[in-house]
């Protein structure tokens, strides 16, 4: 049980900005960290959600509930998907060989094209959350893409090779219990998924079929960011799964934003 916590203590110490206890990054404590991975996003979606009714309560401005709900991962988060986000998008637009990519990727520095492309990602997310705001009928959508997209960065860590032998992502691959993580993982995945699916079926067919949509675009980005890490790094790296979880949050609420969108 001991393990358990300490497991619990070191996902939220390193993927989220809220205090914890210091706890040894040892293997044993770090044992179980990445199956705790799913709830950091639960609590991002739990407290958009909370956002999403204060700001109806208040009457708040569109504009406004959409740049603090932008901002409000980046709080909780510290920023760490972000910034692998960014990593990834100057080591792919170098056009550089695998060597030089895993060099920029370990480069604290961030590039111009890492700027630019943050900076596209953030406006689109406050364009996705004005329209979430104004027809909110797929926000649980929204709110489900934060676990979705963390069960899925978790499973990249335990189930592709490392880039390297260095790195966070080495350092929780090699610490995990590899087969209870992706299980675990993947049980989070199917059961958030399920989730949607039977409150789209209890709505109308229209809305489950546009969830199963969302969820087979999800699977085909987890196919595609697959091929990218091992076609252009070799394999996948902290940056990397980072990078997939925030293209994932992004494709959650694309899905959600279109669909209150079309009616």
Sequence with gaps: MKSVWSGFCVAFSLYS?????????EKKTMRWALCFLPLVGALVGGLELFWFWLCRAWGADLLFYAVF???LPIAVTGGIHLDGFA????AMCSYGTQEKRLEILKDPHIGA?????????????????AQIYREPAFLPLAAAGFVLSRAGGGRRIVRLPCAKSS????????????TVAARVLAAVWGL??????????QRDLRTAGWMALFLSALLLWGARHRRLCLRCFGGVTGDLA????????LLALLFAAWGGLMG
Aim: glycine share 10%.
């Design 113 to 129: 094209f890492g700027v630019l492309w943050l900076a596209a990602f953030l406006l689109a997310e406050i364009a996705c959350f």
């Design 17 to 25: 900005a809220i205090p914890m206890p210091q706890t040894p990054w």
């Design 87 to 90: 990593d990834t998008c100057d």
């Design 192 to 201: 958030t998924a399920g989730w949607l699916l039977l409150q789209g079926r």
């Design 69 to 71: 709900a932008a901002l």
């Design 167 to 178: 790195g966070l992502a080495y350092l929780f691959a090699e610490g995990s219990d590899k």
């Design 242 to 249: 980072g990078f997939y979880i925030s293209v994932a949050e």
